[in-house]
């Protein structure tokens, strides 16, 4: 009897703290949330692009202990494709599994949709391109638009070699007229209609336009 009386304090406080951790960690409930996605790629291959119109972000169903399947704790869920054993153009389709995923520790994954994503490989190549420049309205009532030089002339662009193949020109961010007489020079941006392709650079150019009276017949 005695020996089960003997430091009684401590056995209840041990007791008490085991229920503490028991409810921490086993009496949690569990609950299942959706939520979108993003989709990052690793160890994409140097000498390739990435050509499919690849979606921004995937759905999945988690379920996990209710203090970490939160939207602060989930925030920073991410799907992260490995690239690496990829090594020649064409078609190829990955698998989503749990081991692509990120997710806070106790949070697993019930299932993903779509289940598995096809990505489609092109060499990849560069050009340079001349510049065209365009512009916004007409110059005003009475002017005309005589001569134009934009500096560089040429811009180089990289991509996918089937896309930039297509590739003739490179466009400049339309430029307003409407209010220039005489001569003027512009910095404007330059644009690709096409998503995949990019300028090798960031690249600005100087635009100089003269515009002179419309002669009177």
């Known amino acids: 009897m005695r020996a089960l009386t003997e430091h009684l304090g401590w056995k209840l406080l041990s007791l008490l703290a085991a229920l503490g951790f028991w409810y921490l960690f086993v009496g949690e409930s569990e609950i299942a949330a959706s939520l979108p996605v993003m989709v990052q790629y690793r160890n ?71 289940s598995r994503v096809r990505i489609n490989f092109e060499s990849r190549s560069s050009k340079s391109v001349p510049v065209e420049v365009r512009f916004a309205g007409p110059p005003p009532s009475g002017y005309e ?14 991509g996918p070699a089937l896309r930039l193949k297509k590739l003739k020109t490179a466009s400049t961010d339309a430029i307003d007229l409407s209010s220039t007489i005489g001569q003027a020079e512009f910095r404007v941006a330059v644009y690709l209609d096409d998503p995949h392709l990019r300028l090798e650079k960031p690249e600005q150019v100087s635009v100089i336009v003269q515009l002179a009276k419309i002669p009177l017949l």
């Open 145 to 158: 638009l005589v001569s134009q030089r934009v500096s560089p002339e040429s811009v180089r662009v990289v």
């Open 44 to 114: 994409v291959p140097a000498d390739l692009e990435i050509t499919t119109d690849q979606p921004t972000r995937l759905f999945m169903r988690v379920r996990g202990p209710s203090s970490r399947v939160t939207a602060s704790s989930l925030s920073s869920a991410a799907l992260v494709l490995d690239l690496r054993g990829i090594h020649s153009p064409g078609e190829h389709t990955f698998p989503i599994t749990a081991n692509d995923l990120l997710l806070p520790p106790g949070v697993y994954l019930l299932h993903v949709v779509p």
